[in-house]
């Protein structure tokens, strides 16, 4: 009897070890996870082969693509056209620099301020979504361009509590015990670990049931509400979420740079983040990382011919537009409408 029971666990051990030596050879035989893995590995070791300068490139380019898979949330998954979104990224770096800085003399480690940051801004995504829940397309992008201007406009006028335009200095890095994150490398992992993290919430969110209620309001807000989809709370959702998003960079951002000023939060960052997402393809997040290479990195390339940077640049936004509407990578859903 105990021998038949010592078969029978044995048998049971060697199929599962077969289940997961099966699994494994599937997951490299899938040349999607194959090619992810060599990116993945080709991320981590490139810093030290680019040197200094260009991971700091590296860097700004990563924030901006934690920027982009938030707004990529409100643009790409609900379709709402929000010109505002640098608000979000300002609250989230003001919110870390208020309280980690010379300036109130507080010192809150950026650990305990950065889920701070992410509710505070998620808290500004919701008071903006509830007056403009029932407006649409060109309207809702008017008032969210407003928001953003007031935000930076409150900024730079309120001396007393954000110093106005001489802006806030000496922010405190993030630091780990006696490790302290002040190098264009650490500061490159710190923001590519972000990344995966922001990648994988997001990717999850699409593939939800909040993210099927997103694409049905983005496709047909009346047809989804007959469908029994609440469009007030989806809305405020998707507001507050993608501002999330911001309030991580914005406080990364802070952090990183050391000194913030309301200059550095214009509509130009808004404008930049949504031309990213049009480029890389709305709705789709591996776009929302080519897009952030190209309109970020693309520049600090073209450099050495700086009179003619911005025209070769411009060039190729046009060429683009006009042979690839959908973006480089668009979702599958939104190129298989655009060949219908």
């Not at 194959?34 to 490139?46: D, E, G, R, T």
């Not at 991971?55 to 056209?81: D, E, H, K, P, S």
């Not at 930049?272 to 520049?299: F, T, Y």
Request: proline share 5%.
């Amino acid at each position: 009897m105990r021998n038949k029971n010592n078969n029978i666990h044995n048998s049971r051990v060697g199929s599962q070890k077969a289940k997961r030596g099966r699994s494994i050879r599937s997951l490299f035989r899938n040349p999607y996870n194959v090619y992810l893995a060599i990116i993945l590995v080709s991320l981590i070791l490139l810093p030290p082969l680019v040197g200094n300068y260009w991971t700091q490139v590296l860097g700004n380019i990563g924030i901006y693509i934690m920027l982009g898979i938030g707004l990529n949330v409100v643009v790409g998954f609900a379709g709402l056209l929000d010109l505002g979104y640098v608000a979000f990224y300002a609250i989230g770096a003001y919110g870390y620099a208020l309280l980690a800085s010379p300036h109130f003399g507080i010192h809150i480690p950026f650990w305990l301020m950065l889920p701070a940051c992410v509710a505070i801004a998620a808290g500004g995504g919701a008071l903006l979504g509830i007056p403009v829940l029932r407006m649409r397309g060109d309207y809702l992008a008017i008032v969210t361009l407003g928001f953003g201007e007031i935000i930076r406009i409150v900024l730079n006028n309120m001396d007393t509590v954000t110093n106005g335009p001489r802006g806030l200095l000496r922010i405190d890095p993030p630091a780990i015990g006696d490790f302290i994150v002040n190098s264009p490398f650490r500061w490159y992992y710190l923001i590519l670990v972000s990344i995966f993290l922001s990648t994988f919430v997001a990717e999850r969110l699409n593939n939800s049931r909040i993210g099927r209620a997103w694409i049905a309001m983005r496709e047909d807000q009346d047809t989804a509400a007959v469908m029994g989809i609440n469009i007030l709370k989806y809305k405020l959702l998707a507001f507050a979420i993608g501002a999330s998003f911001a309030g991580i960079g914005g406080a990364i951002f802070a952090a990183r740079q050391g000194s913030i000023f309301p200059e550095n939060f214009s509509l130009m960052v808004s404008i930049n983040v949504l031309c990213l997402i049009i480029i890389g393809g709305m709705g789709s997040i591996p776009g929302v990382i080519l897009g952030s290479v190209i309109l970020i990195g693309l520049p600090e390339v073209l450099r050495g011919i700086q009179q003619y940077r911005m025209l070769a640049f411009g060039g190729l936004l046009v060429i683009m537009m006009i042979f690839r509407p959908t973006g480089f990578i668009p979702s599958a859903r939104r190129k298989m409408e655009f060949k219908e």
